[in-house]
Nanobody, 129 residues
Framework: QVQLVESGGGSVQAGGSLTLSCVAS????????MGWFRQAPGKEREGVAAIYTIPGGVSFYATSVKGRFTISRDNTKNTLYLQMDSLKPEDTAMYSC?????????????????????WGQGTQVTVSS
């Protein structure tokens, strides 16, 4: 059973940075796709970034965050990261980690929530102007 626990959210001013972490238990030795999604009040959940968990695996980004956010994974720690720089008020949302085993991540399907079997509870990110 895969369990995902996010941390690192908080409040920051526009232009600031945050790093989100997602610790994946029960994922050891498995390859697959892991991603970050976000949901703002009144909006649908949207894919932010995803990565294929093998060393050097491909990564994908939403257009709105490309060049500002970086997804990475430390397989020795079973931890997924999302480095968020140059944050904007429109980045305010609940950010959740998602995972699927045995799937290499593909575009555009990495953005679809139904492709992921495992989800964390989320961590809130608030960006003030």
């Amino acid at each position: 059973q895969v369990q995902l626990v996010e941390s690192g959210g908080g409040s920051v001013q526009a232009g600031g940075s945050l790093t989100l972490s997602c610790v994946a238990s029960g994922y050891t030795g498995s390859s697959g796709c892991m991603g970050w999604f976000r949901q703002a009040p009144g909006k649908e959940r949207e894919g932010v970034a995803a990565i294929y968990t093998i060393p050097g695996g491909v990564s994908f980004y939403a257009t709105s965050v490309k060049g500002r956010f970086t997804i990475s994974r430390d397989n020795t720690k079973n931890t997924l990261y999302l480095q968020m720089d140059s944050l904007k008020p429109e980045d305010t949302a609940m950010y959740s980690c998602a995972a699927q085993v045995g799937w290499a991540c593909q575009s555009p399907s990495w953005t679809k929530t139904e492709m992921y079997a495992y989800w964390g509870q989320g961590t809130q990110v608030t960006v003030s102007s």
